[in-house]
Every structure is written in C-alpha cells, then in structure tokens.
C-alpha cells in the first residue's frame, strides 16, 4: 500500500489509473478507522482494481464549538488497518493540500441538506460536500463506498453526483455494530464505560420504533414520540432530535408508507453520536 500526502501526486496517479482503465474504488474518511471503515473497504476491494482510502480530518464540516481539535488521528493504526482491508493506497493530505492559501469555493447542496444534522451543525454539509467534490477530482473513482450509518451524508453525496453529472457510482454499506447494537463510529473512543451503556438507548429507541412500525403504527408523529420518550427516559443521555422520515426527501411524512428511515441524534456527556434504521412499510 502506498501513502501519498501530496493533492498533485494524487491526482497524477489517479489520472494514470485511469488511462491504464482501471477501476477505482475510492472509501473516504475522517481515519481513527474501526470495523465500520474496513467493511467498505473490503467491499471496494472485492470489485474494483485498486482501492483508495482517504484519510482527512475536514476542518471544513466541524463548527467552532465541536471536536475538530480533539479528534483522534492514530495514523499508524490507519495504516495497518487500511492496508489489512485490502486498501492499495492511503491519500492522507494535510489540510492545505486540499484548501491552499486562497481557496475559496463551496458546494451547497439544497433541501436534503437543511434538516437533522444539517441544522444540529449549520455549515457541515457545505463541508463535507465540498472535500468531497475535491477529493472525487484528485481520486477519479469508479465507485465510492459510504456507510449507512450517516444516512443523511451519504443521500447528499448521491445528490452531488447526480447534479454534477459525475461518473460516480454510489454504494452505501451497512451500519456495522458493536456486539451489543451501537454503532461504531471513531467518537466512540470519546465514551466512558458506563457512557457506552447509556449510548445504547439510541439503537434501543430505533429499533422500538422499527417494531412499532412493523406491528402497524403509521402516525409518524407517534413514532417519533416513542423515541424520544425512550431516549429522554435514560438518565445521561440528551436527546437533540428522533424523527420517523421518507427514506429519500428526509421529509416527515403525514404517514408512513414505502420506506422510511428513523433517524436520532444524542448526547452522551461531551460525546455527539448519531444513529439510524431504514424500514420497509408496507
Ligand atoms: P467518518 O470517518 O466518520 O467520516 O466515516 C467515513 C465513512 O465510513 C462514512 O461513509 C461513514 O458513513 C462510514 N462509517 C462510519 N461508521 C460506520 C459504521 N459503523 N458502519 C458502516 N460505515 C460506517
């Protein structure tokens, strides 16, 4: 596996690839990989010629108030780990390689964008749409892995290929767990012992909802009631929004049909998780 810092390098490989009609699967990421990253790589590299991980903590899509600081960057243990996936090549670029001095565009996507973790982190979408359409120009994919498990994130950059007209196909993986139901996600590591046990509640609520549904529940408001009962019943854990939407405008609908998605966002002590179940309806 080779490691490439440098956008200019990337993007020469890239290229390369490409005239030698390679296919590229590309897993971007923020790194402090666990089980969750290496399933999309592993995907990628069970159907494509060459797998690209990036790994890039996005200043762009954390706000003032949140962890961009304090976000782990194990780079060795990403290393070992991608390589282990079956990852060909690891672009890590610093952050000016990507931004350098006078960089000034972003890419806004529209209504998608504006609910859940949208107004819980007003500017993040722009970020992460726009390190994204730079990074699928340096990394020229065939295909890009994302996880379910930012189910909002990873309609947006569905929405951004299709608008951009990209050659791009999207493949969204599902939410690997934990033994016990939560998600993995590399803010875990922020969470006590006991703060993990507490986490749990958002997973016990989506799939409390996903069993009221399929016992026949249709009012969206109701589900969404139960889950927030549910959440703000566990001491410890806040609750910042639990919504029953369509699966694909992330709109309330005035009653469940065709797919939904169940959605929540929590706090547990310092620690922002987020968590989701898509449900057949019927
Ligand atoms: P991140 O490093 O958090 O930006 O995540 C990079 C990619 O890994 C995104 O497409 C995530 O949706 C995906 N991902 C993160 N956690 C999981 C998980 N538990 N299961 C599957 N995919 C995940």
């Avoid at 706000?63 to 243990?77: I, V």
């Avoid at 993986?173 to 958002?202: D, F, H, W």
Wanted: glycine share 8%.
């Amino acid at each position: 596996m080779i490691v490439i810092r440098s956008a200019a390098r990337m993007a020469a490989v890239a290229r390369r690839l490409e005239r030698e009609g390679k296919r590229i699967g590309f897993v971007p990421t923020m790194g402090a990989l666990h089980e969750g990253h290496c399933s999309l790589i592993r995907a990628a590299a069970a159907r494509h010629d060459m797998v690209i991980v990036s790994v890039f903590v996005n200043p762009l899509q954390f706000g003032p108030r949140e962890d961009f600081a304090r976000y782990p960057r194990p780079f060795g243990r990403d290393r070992r780990l991608a390589r282990a996936a079956g990852a060909d090549l690891l672009f890590a670029p610093p952050a000016r390689e990507l931004y350098p001095p006078g960089f000034q565009t972003a890419v806004e996507v529209g209504p998608l964008a504006r609910r859940w973790e949208g107004s819980a982190r007003p500017g993040h979408f722009r970020g992460v749409a726009t390190v994204v359409a730079v990074l699928f120009e340096l990394t020229r994919p065939t295909t890009v892995y994302v996880g379910q498990k930012d189910y909002q994130q990873a309609l947006i950059v569905g929405q951004l290929i299709r608008d951009l007209r990209l050659p791009i196909r999207l493949r969204v993986q599902p939410t690997v767990r934990e033994p016990g139901g939560l998600a993995m996600s590399s803010r875990n590591a922020y969470l006590s012992a006991a703060e993990r046990r507490q986490a749990l509640a958002l997973f016990h609520a989506l799939r409390a909802a996903r069993a009221r549904i399929r016992a026949g529940e249709r009012r969206p408001g109701r589900i969404a009631a139960l889950m927030r009962g549910l959440i703000r019943a566990k001491a410890g854990v806040r609750l910042e929004y639990a919504a029953a939407v369509d699966a694909r405008t992330l709109e309330p609908p005035r009653r469940l049909r065709g797919r939904v998605a169940l959605l929540g966002a929590v706090r547990v002590g310092r620690t922002r998780l987020i968590d989701n179940l898509l449900v057949g309806v019927p």
